[in-house]
Each structure stands twice: as structure tokens, then as C-alpha cells.
């Protein structure tokens, strides 16, 4: 459940902070977007049950939509409840049992259970903050500092049509992203714990981009020495400007 609300949570703030990124690159600046969860985990286990040869044209899910689906199937209060006076003739609540001892399910709360799961089913998928930049922006123009070591990215085919692929990613990675960006070939940069440790992206002065880094937290995460030396990777010594 936990999961499920944290990546809602920070999907939800993706459209205002698309516009705000938008708005940085048109005045000349270059975005740094923090982040925690990059999905890989769960983007994983989507495609293990995939073929591959369907990876170049991908129509998948990946959400954690499971996770509260299987939260609802199995917390959603289901039993029924009769009424009954106690000794003292106060007027409480018990479970109704059959003769076997089992207990009996309230027909009402079984259909709305279900109907909150169909509709759940049928509401389109919030990709994650990190798909949600790269698929707007693109892999040209944002630089992806992250652990994962593929990701599904957006490509148009021969027939001008957009489609979904897996793109594998080196382990040098990391280290070409992070130059590009340094080199002002990309103006956005997203980088997480796994893939921001012992890197700095700030407007060196020995650097091409010194431009303004306007520095995005999407996603704190739990521990709070970890997010604010994640917002010192744009702040250093023998800096243009602060960002």
C-alpha cells in the first residue's frame, strides 16, 4: 500500500513540474530532478512475463495497480454483521456464521468490493515521475542517472507511430549522462540514491552548462540526511552561480 501512494503521490505532481521544467529550459536554465524509486523493480517483473519478442513494440502496465488491487481483495470488509442485545440490553454487533462455522459474506459488500476493483482495473496507468519525464522530454534532452540498467522508452517507428521499447542501458551509463549533461547536450537531469552517489552537477566553472541549475525534490524518500545531500550535488565550491 505504501508503494502504491508513494508513486500516486509523486506522479501526481509530474504535469506541474513538466510545465515548471518547460517553462526553466525556454529562459535558459537546466533542470536537476531528485528522486528516489525509479520503478525497475516492478518494470522487471512486467517484462518477465512478456516475450521478448514483443519488447520492441511494449503495451504494459507499469504501475504498482497489483498492489491495491490485492490490498482491496483481501482487507475489504466483506463479512456480515447482525445486530443483538447483550445482558443489559444494549443493542451491538457479531459476525453471522453458517452451521459449518464459516463465515458468511454480505452480498452488498462483495459487489461493492468488486465494482471498485473493475473501475480500479479500467483507469489508465500513471507511469512513473521517471518515465513521465523521459517519454515528454526524451532521452535527447534528459540525462537519466539512475541504477537501472534498462528502461522502456518512447520511439517513433517507420511509420511515424510512437511506440513503447526496451532500451538497455550500459554500465557506463551514469558516468556519459552525467557528462552530457555537464557538456550542455542535455538541459535535464534526473538522477536517485542508487545512481547520484559521489557525483556533483553543479554549474562548474570548468563545465560547458553553467547555467542555472533549478533544483526539483520530486521525492524526498525516508531518510532525510540522504535527501539533503542530494540537494548539495548543485551546490558546490567553484560554482558559476547557486542554484
Known sequence: KQRFFNHLLTAMKCPSLIAAIAAGIEAGHAAVVQIVSTGEA??????????????????VD???????????????????????????????????????????????????????????CGLSPVQSALDQILHYFGTGVVAEVTGRSRRIVRRAGKDGVDRLVLQNRPATANLSETQAFQDDEKRVLVFSDAGGTGRSYHADRGAKNRRLRVHYLLEAGWKADAAVQGLGRTNRTNQAQPP
Open 42 to 59: 516492478l518494470m522487471e517483473r512486467r517484462l518477465a512475463e512478456i516475450p521478448s519478442e514483443e519488447w520492441g513494440d511494449l503495451q
Open 62 to 120: 507499469v504501475t504498482p495497480r497489483e498492489y491495491v488491487i490485492d490490498y482491496l481483495a483481501h482487507a475489504f470488509p466483506t463479512q456480515l454483521y447482525e445486530p443483538f442485545s447483550d445482558a443489559e440490553g444494549v443493542i451491538q454487533s457479531r459476525p453471522v456464521v453458517d452451521d459449518a462455522g464459516q463465515p458468511v459474506q454480505c452480498r452488498e459488500a462483495v459487489e461493492a468490493r468488486d465494482a471498485l476493483i473493475e473501475h480500479l
